[in-house]
């Protein structure tokens, strides 16, 4: 049986792209041991992108 995958109310598919930067740095952040350690340093340069994203979305 196949099923509709969930889309949140409000999606729109035409701005989906303009968040992949945003969860990149997020998905970033889980897996250490692929990317970049975990510490202060890392956290405030992921900080950074997120804040300068923020300003472009």
């Known amino acids: 049986m196949l099923e509709e995958p969930y889309v ?8 989906a792209d303009q968040y992949e930067p945003m969860w990149y740095v997020l998905q970033q952040l889980p897996t250490p041991e692929l990317d970049i350690p975990v510490n ?11 804040k300068a994203l923020k300003n472009t979305l």
């Open 40 to 50: 202060a340093t890392s956290v405030r340069g992921h900080l950074r992108v997120l």
């Open 8 to 15: 949140s109310p409000g999606y729109d598919d035409d701005k």
